[in-house]
Structure formats: C-alpha cells, structure tokens
C-alpha cells in the first residue's frame, strides 16, 4: 500500500498521559499535514511541513502539542499533558508541492481517547 | 471570518437517482478546491478537484461545478449508488498553499 500511512490507529489514555502519533506520507511527496476531526465536524487545520520546515502552524496547536518531521520523510504528533477536549482523530496528509493543483491526499487517522 | 459552508447537512437520495451536493465559499483568493468523501471511521477520500480557472470538470460519475460570481460550488453524483452513502467535504485552497479550509460536510443516505 502505498497511502498516507499513520499509527497507530486508536489511543486511549489517560488524563495527563503524553501520547504520540506517526505519520508515514505518500513517497516523495514532500509536504506533509496534520488535522483534526471531532465527530460531525470537518478536519481542522493544526500545521505542516515542506520537507523538514515547519511552515505554518494553528492557533488550535497549544503548547502542548509539537509536530516534528526531522528528516523531510515521516512525522510525529505529540500531545503532552492530555486533555478531555484531545478526544478526537487526528488526520495526516501528504501532498507534492506544484505541479496541477495541490492534491493533498489523507490516512485513515489516528483516533484518541483520552479517559 | 472566512469559511466553507454546506447548505444542507443531510442528504437523502434513491438508489439511481443523481445527487447534488452543494457547498459556499466567502473567501474570493481561494483558487483550488476539493471535494472528499468520507466514510464512517475512516480518512477522507479524495474524489475531485478543480481550479478557479475552470467553471465546471468531470469524472468518473461525478461532476464538479464552480461558479465564482456566487461563490458556489457543487458536487453532482450520477446514478447513485449505496457505497456512495458518506459524508461529503468541500475544501478549498489558496495560492497553492498549505492548509485546506473544510466545510462542516454532507451526509449522503443512499436508499436501495
């Protein structure tokens, strides 16, 4: 399978635990994003990378949240201190910058619990 | 602030039969947009996109229109299937840039 790959694919926790996704992104493509989902809503907006940069972040990414792609290839969501309100699915995507359009393309997400 | 919106949140259409699924924009820099279909537990699926410099593209059953004078766009669904029972998302995007702007989304109900 060759997707946008992330893991794992459920969490639950408890309040206070840190938890940390990863996302594996669709090969070569150098942008790489990170949503989040409640139930009934569409994704929101937290960050993403070209390649190792950082290039633009949410103001729903609290201080408690960091996102890393250290090497331009795979991507890790970490969320400190978790909250009730983290409950959701957090989504990554991937996209090649340029060429016709944007085409971001998204995993199956990784749901959180946190109890 | 600016949005996506949908104008319906739930539709619900006999097997056979063609869909519309419509959606609203308000932000006038936005030059690409997508629709995704998602099912129940899982990521959302691309289905098609245009850019701002067409009015109307097609695919496989599906047909997307944009119509930047209202800031209207729709996604019709010919002959209707029961997989194609979902929640649809518009999204759109600016400048090529980063983030998509999602709308709150449309639940298909596709009756056999």
């Known amino acids: 399978d060759t997707g946008v790959s992330q893991n794992p694919r459920h969490k639950i926790t408890k309040r206070g635990q840190n938890v940390t996704f990863r996302c594996d992104p669709i090969s070569e493509h150098n942008r790489l994003y990170w949503y989040r989902q409640t139930l009934g809503q569409g994704p929101e907006f937290l960050t993403y990378?070209?390649?190792?940069?950082?290039?633009?972040k949410s103001r729903l990414l609290s201080d408690r949240f960091s996102a890393e792609r250290p090497k331009g290839s795979f991507s890790t969501l970490e969320i400190q201190r978790t909250e009730q309100g983290d409950s959701a699915m957090y989504l990554c995507?991937?996209?090649?910058?340029?060429?016709?359009?944007?085409?971001?393309?998204f995993g199956e997400g990784s749901w959180l619990t946190v109890v | 602030g600016e949005s996506v919106g949908l104008h319906l949140p739930t539709l619900s259409v006999q097997e056979g039969d063609n869909s519309i699924i419509n959606c609203a924009y308000s932000?006038?820099?936005?030059?690409?947009f997508i629709w995704y279909k998602q099912e129940s537990g899982k990521g959302p699926q691309f289905i098609i996109d245009i850019r701002s410099n067409m009015d109307k593209r097609q695919g496989q059953r599906v047909t997307v229109l944009l119509n930047k004078t209202v800031k209207h766009l729709s996604l019709q669904i010919a002959a209707t299937q029961p997989g194609d029972s979902a929640v649809y998302f518009c999204a759109e995007n600016m400048n090529q840039g980063g983030k998509l702007i999602f709308g709150q989304g449309t639940e298909l109900s596709v009756k056999p």
């Open positions: 995507a991937s996209s090649l910058a340029g060429g016709r359009g944007n085409t971001i393309y």
């Open positions: 932000n006038s820099a936005s030059d690409y």
């Open positions: 990378f070209q390649n190792e940069a950082q290039l633009e």
